[in-house]
């Protein structure tokens, strides 16, 4: 029995969103999506057996109140129910994004979580299998199992157990993303409640799901041919897409903030230079931009230029989540 086991995932970005469920217990997608895992942003997370029956949940060094304890217990009992270990288990995470970056992810803590857990408890998932438990902490978390590009396939049973993360392409062809930080306070709709009412009561989100479909079959056959504009406008357009459909919810909402506009306005302008790049955006104001990794200094200096309070964040592609210690 290990006594202290830690591991590290990276985050990772949509570029074929995953946007609503169909199951909002299992945390299954209406729609596959599809990502790039970066190195710069990354959850580090220590899990150890403590007495008593309360887990205990620490986040860059302090203790978490009731109400996140209580996400993360319900998360490690997928874990227990596997397991003829029935202990408590002390969680502690740290959080490694770069200084008021706003990337605080969801999808690097849970994948952290669960890989540490699956060796804490002795269960040995595969990589496939431990990307289902994931899921159920955080949709996102799926993908940052697996380095490069992955997909996350929606799947069609109703138990999950076929909605996994697989990797579709290393992505060592040169490419980066770049984050220029708009707004980093804590975003006032969650992802999770702004997809519900999307699902709920948007107009569009029919036509969301069909063009979903369309663009992850598109991307992939851009990745599989090397061709960086179809990735990049694929990406670009289906980001729109998902941030058109919120308009037409009820009430309508919207992530996006005055500079926001500007920041998109210049990424065209650049592109309209002759230097490739693309943006994306998720539930919040934050700009992410799909580069060729060679061209990804000479953007960051015209943006920082533009944008001297909001300086670009450049990160290049990371890998599978793993081990750092077993004890
Ligand atoms: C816009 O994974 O945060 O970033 O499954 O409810 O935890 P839950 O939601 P979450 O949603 C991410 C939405 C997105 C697009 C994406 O990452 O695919």
């Not at 990794?293 to 920082?304: F, G, P, Q, S, V």
Request: charged letters at 20%.
């Amino acid at each position: 029995k290990h006594s202290r086991v830690t591991a590290r995932a990276h985050t990772n970005i949509a570029l074929i969103k995953y946007w609503g469920k169909r199951d909002t217990t299992l945390f299954l997608p209406m729609n596959s999506s599809l990502s790039l895992t970066l190195d710069e942003f990354y959850t580090d997370t220590t899990v150890s057996f403590i007495d008593g029956d309360q887990d205990v949940f620490f986040l860059n060094g302090v203790e978490q109140p009731l109400e996140e304890c209580v996400k993360i217990s319900k998360f490690i009992e997928l874990f227990r129910t596997q397991s003829s270990i029935k202990s408590a288990v002390l969680v502690e995470s740290h959080n490694h994004v770069p200084t008021a970056a706003g990337l605080a992810s969801s999808a690097s803590a849970f994948a952290a979580l669960g890989t540490a857990l699956n060796e804490l408890f002795v269960l040995r998932m595969d990589k496939q299998t431990l990307s289902t438990f994931v899921r159920q902490g955080s949709g996102s978390a799926t993908r940052s199992i697996y380095g490069g590009f992955v997909e996350w396939q929606m799947g069609i049973e109703t138990d999950g157990s076929d909605s996994y993360a697989i990797k579709v392409d290393d992505a060592d062809w040169n490419i980066a993303m770049l984050t220029i930080p708009v707004n980093t306070r804590k975003k006032e709709i969650s992802s999770r409640e702004g997809m519900k009412l999307t699902v709920e009561t948007s107009p569009f989100y029919p036509a969301w799901v069909e063009q979903a479909g369309q663009d992850i079959k598109a991307i992939k056959q851009a990745i599989n041919n090397q061709d960086f504009i179809a990735l990049g406008e694929l990406t670009e357009a289906n980001g729109m897409k998902m941030h058109g459909t919120m308009l037409g919810a009820n009430p309508p909402f919207s992530y996006w903030e005055p500079l926001t506009v500007k920041v998109l306005q210049r990424i065209r302008e650049i592109r309209g230079q002759g230097i490739p790049c693309y943006y994306t955006m998720d539930a919040g104001p934050n700009v992410k931009v799909i580069c060729q990794a060679d061209k990804a200094d000479e953007i960051k200096k015209l943006l920082d230029q533009s944008f001297p309070d909001n300086t670009t964040i450049i990160s290049g592609v990371g890998k599978d989540a793993y081990l750092l210690s077993v004890e």
